[in-house]
């Protein structure tokens, strides 16, 4: 029987070319995966180029006949405005507002969005600077901070009341 001797610099050798094996394997096999990825990708391209045309579609199917329709458009910008009031609400309760402050405050700037409404379809009626006034008085109450919206509730109300009595009685009583 025959032995063989190994130097030292040889089993290194040895090792190193196991790791290399090892290492070539390693990235054959994640090319491989690669591959196999990009094949299939390739195959559902045709597939999703086709929904995609199918999606865009939808979309302007739907924004022609909500651009059509004006009911449809109307129910569309309250969902987007009822939104931005959640959001709003959300906002002003973690400012000390109260859910009665601020349904009373919604409640002012809605009387003033139909008075200025209302006065905006009898031009004729009302002067240019009293829809200037109530639309100043609409914006000021909507920035008024908790504190100032309890002090000046009262003198909101009586303007608005002002107006639309002022309205009621020289616009629609006489028209």
Known sequence: MKRKWYSASNGLQNKNTSVDV???RQESDKIEALQTWYTNRIKKLPMNIIEFFIWVWLL???RSYIQNN???RL??????ESVMQNIQIKYLQRTRWTWSEILQQRQLVQTF???ISTAENFVWCLEERDISRIRRARDSLQALTV??????QQSYTTVANIYYTKI???CIIHN
């Open 168 to 170: 009621q009685e020289e």
């Open 60 to 62: 302007l199917f739907s």
């Open 75 to 80: 129910s569309l910008f309250n969902w987007i």
């Open 70 to 72: 004006p009911a449809e």
């Open 147 to 152: 504190e100032e919206f309890t002090v000046q």
């Open 113 to 115: 969005d139909s008075i």
């Open 22 to 24: 090892q290492s070539t």
